[in-house]
């Protein structure tokens, strides 16, 4: 398969995971019978290790109605609220894919010029609703002339865990380095191929997100077009995540100590043996999950899951598992509630349902936010964490 990154024919089959519903896509009963499936396929290009799927769903389709909101996680509120003193001497900030306004609120408090650019149009319309001045609009040429009219250069711009969606990155890059001053930052918080290897984090793959980033083919990404990465740390949101920090080449084309690091860190671990070994491991630990959840009904024992964000579609449609064995899942986000899990069918509830459903397991399936979780629940339960399964 030819790699849509460096355009050159050295990526190979490395994990397939069946045939997947749209992981976003939160059905009601009336949906069931017309739910799409698609084969999720992840390929690895040898040549400049970009990991992506081999299908990719139209972005209208995928993000115009949206069932994400990210001011719902208290951890993702606090990252944000850390990012947002992180550039504060900024003068003008454009968020791409900025969702509920979770920086734009922030940003806002802090007395930072700020605007918004997020496709879906219920998300964008709570935000809107909210005060932050948010376009209903994918980010592309006709959003950055209409921004650089209307409201002029930004000296920075932010595109937080929305990289990883895009359908062409070489021209989304080309949009950016467009829009912003010459001086200017791109900040790009984006999930990292590293850490999904290292943890074992299948379920991190979704037909939502097309691209799965090393730093080595960021870098070859952003030097095609005139820019170069000055600096790069690991951050805590989705499992593990990198941010980037990339300039115009020209005024300033220094690469930090830890660029360089992570460059050669990847020459000698994303290969093809490590994506074998990953695939043998992601089958073990969802045959233990699966496993457990049987041995739990077996003895009695009612499960329910909390959180529903999109890898619950991967687990639980590459895995079998349905309300069979996880009877309900309660998600904060009250576009999820009363709906049900992708493919799966498992019906999707609000906290205040565990008051007369009490279940003696919860499955964490956002278990980077246990701690917040057991705080929700008041610690009164015992808890799953499904990849690999292990009772904390």
Do not use: W
Request: with cysteine; net charge negative; glycine share 6%.
């Amino acid at each position: 398969m030819k790699c849509q990154l460096c355009n050159q024919d050295d990526s190979i089959l490395f994990l397939d995971l069946g045939n997947q519903p749209l992981a976003n896509k939160y059905p009601m009963e009336k949906d069931f019978e017309t739910e799409d499936f698609f084969p999720l396929q992840v390929f690895f290009c040898q040549r400049c290790k970009n990991v992506q799927l081999g299908t990719t769903i139209s972005r209208e389709r995928m993000f115009e109605d949206y069932y994400y909101l990210s001011s719902v996680n208290p951890g993702l509120v606090r990252h944000f609220n850390g990012l947002a003193k992180k550039i504060a001497p900024a003068r003008f900030v454009v968020d791409i894919g900025s969702n509920d306004g979770i920086l734009l609120k922030p940003l806002k408090q802090l007395g930072i010029r700020a605007i918004g650019v997020d496709p879906s149009i219920n998300v964008s319309k709570i935000a809107n609703d909210q005060g932050f001045l948010t376009l209903t609009s994918f980010f592309n040429s006709e959003a950055a002339e209409k921004i650089k009219k209307d409201f002029g250069k930004p000296d920075v711009v932010v595109a937080s865990s929305i990289f990883t969606h895009v359908e062409d990155p070489h021209q989304f890059v080309e949009d950016v380095k467009k829009v912003m001053v010459d001086d200017g930052v791109f900040i790009l918080e984006v999930e990292y191929i590293g850490n999904i290897l290292e943890n074992i984090q299948f379920e991190r793959f979704y037909l939502d997100r097309i691209f799965y980033y090393s730093l080595t083919s960021l870098s070859k990404l952003f030097d095609t077009h005139g820019m170069h990465i000055a600096d790069v740390e690991k951050i805590e949101p989705h499992g593990g995540s990198l941010r980037v920090v990339a300039r115009k080449n020209g005024l300033d084309s220094f690469s930090s100590d830890a660029v360089r690091f992570f460059l050669k860190e990847e020459e000698n671990t994303l290969n093809l043996s490590r994506l074998e070994e990953f695939k043998h491991t992601v089958d073990a630990y969802l045959s233990a999950f699966r496993d457990k959840l049987k041995e739990y009904k077996e003895v009695g024992l009612k499960v329910a899951g909390y959180s529903a964000p999109a890898r619950v579609s991967t687990i639980c449609n590459y895995g079998g598992i349905g309300p069979s064995l996880i009877e309900f899942i309660v998600d904060d986000s009250p576009l999820k509630q009363n709906r049900h899990s992708p493919g799966t069918h498992i019906p999707i509830v609000s906290r205040s349902y565990l008051g007369g459903h009490k279940p003696d397991v919860l499955v964490v399936f956002a278990y980077e936010y246990l701690e917040d979780i057991k705080k929700k629940t008041n610690g009164g339960y015992r808890y799953l964490m499904p990849i690999p399964p292990k009772e904390v």
